[in-house]
């Protein structure tokens, strides 16, 4: 028994050295853009010495060069995608599989069907369909096609679960199609509602061929196509970029985080077992 503790103990802690070693190495990058951005180097190679810890960067990205116009704009895109994505996804997901519609299954699975498509594909369609109805140079052009088949797909596989005895126990009680939806199915896909939110999120904040087509207007940018703008070709402030793209991170990472209780609270307030 000592000698199958000890073999125990030995994997136990290898095992423990293994994890330490691969957090450290997906953490290394992080800690060295964070560590680059309060420099002013213009090489890749730091130095201790060449560290400042002064703001400078952060504020050049922040309040010079239409960074900050560029932020707000990925700000206010990400948000919005996250609502309308959510809204639109689960209205749909609500009528395929709630809904008796004639053909839904076979239409579904035509909806699934464009998931294949690459998105190189509908790229020059998409934008002769913008520039036809007006919407470029618009927050529009970068919110709408946000919607997708996959935000469906993962809402109405949740929505399998929702007993329907709820939703008539809402009908006989007279309450409307739309509150019905509102206050008795939203709640009760909380979960998979918060994990759309922060997968749409991330897609939206990292965006970067779809807001260079559709956006000829420099006023119009997103943070990606700014972050870019930094690339010279003979000379690179590398400490900017860096913290560039450290404000680029921390955003999504908060936003992450920050919901983190809430989908661990809606999986436990909103989960319903069949």
Request: hydrophobic share 55%; glycine share 6%; proline share 5%.
């Amino acid at each position: 028994m000592v000698g199958k503790t000890k073999r125990f103990s030995l994997a136990g802690a290898g095992g423990s050295i293994l994890v330490t070693f691969f957090a450290l190495l997906c953490v290394a990058p992080l800690v060295y853009m964070v560590l680059m951005s309060f420099t002013q180097l213009r090489t890749l190679y730091i130095r201790l010495e060449d560290i400042t810890f002064n703001l400078q960067n952060y504020y050049i990205i922040i309040f010079k060069n239409s960074f900050g116009r560029a932020l707000l704009n990925s700000i206010i895109v990400a948000v919005l995608s996250c609502v309308w994505t959510d809204l639109v996804c689960a209205m749909a997901a609500y009528g395929f599989e709630k809904k008796p519609v004639p053909g839904k299954e076979k239409l579904f699975k035509v909806y699934l069907a464009t998931m294949m498509i690459p998105s190189q594909v509908t790229l020059i369609p998409l934008f002769l369909i913008m520039r036809q109805i007006g919407w470029l140079n618009s927050y529009a052009a970068l919110v709408v096609p946000m919607a997708g088949a996959f935000g469906c797909f993962m809402l109405r596989q949740f929505m399998k679960n929702v007993d329907d005895v709820f939703i008539e126990a809402a009908q006989i009680d007279g309450c409307p199609e739309p509150l019905i939806f509102l206050r008795v199915v939203l709640p009760l896909v909380q979960p998979a509602l918060i994990s759309l939110t922060i997968f749409t999120f991330v897609s939206a904040w990292n965006s970067f061929i779809w807001p260079l087509v559709v956006n000829t207007n420099t006023q119009m940018y997103t943070f990606p196509i700014a972050l870019s703008l930094l690339d010279s070709q003979h000379d690179t402030n590398y400490g900017l970029t860096m913290a560039a793209a450290a404000a680029s991170f921390v955003i999504p990472f908060a936003m992450y985080v920050g919901m983190q209780e809430q989908f661990v609270e809606g999986i436990a307030l909103g989960g319903v077992k069949g």
